[in-house]
């Protein structure tokens, strides 16, 4: 599986961005997706992730803002950011995962290159 993030950019605080990982080579529905990012000076982190029932889940600090969705017809998943904080900028990437946990990185056997997140204030 191939995983290519867009999206990211320059955005002020209290902004929105919606990042895209389209995916070729096998289907997105057969994993499960997540995103993580990894700000300067910092481990990488779960975000979010969507299993294959549709299922979502967010770390705390993002609940409420982010949502993440995925479109089989397009074989594409999506991580809506709404409410940008300061404190989101990172790099994010996104992965695709055979099995669970869903929140641990070690899961995901696909990662993306990678999309620059940056929230001014």
């Known amino acids: 599986v191939q995983l290519q993030a867009s999206g990211g950019g320059l955005v002020q605080v209290g902004g929105s961005l919606r990042l895209a990982c389209a995916a070729s080579?096998?289907?997105?529905?057969?994993?499960?997706m997540g995103w993580f990012r990894q700000a300067p000076g910092k481990e990488r982190e779960f975000v979010s992730a969507?299993?294959?029932?549709?299922?979502?889940y967010y770390t705390d600090s993002v609940k409420g803002r982010f949502t993440i969705s995925r479109d089989n017809a397009k074989n594409t998943v999506y991580l809506q950011m709404n409410s940008l904080k300061p404190e989101d900028t990172a790099v994010y990437y996104c992965?695709?995962?055979?099995?669970?946990?869903?929140?641990?990185?070690?899961?995901?056997?696909?990662w993306g290159q990678g999309t620059q997140v940056t929230v001014s204030s």
């Open positions: 992965a695709a995962a055979r099995g669970a946990p869903y929140y641990y990185s070690a899961s995901y056997d696909y």
């Open positions: 080579g096998r289907t997105l529905s057969s994993y499960i």
């Open positions: 969507i299993l294959w029932s549709g299922s979502t």
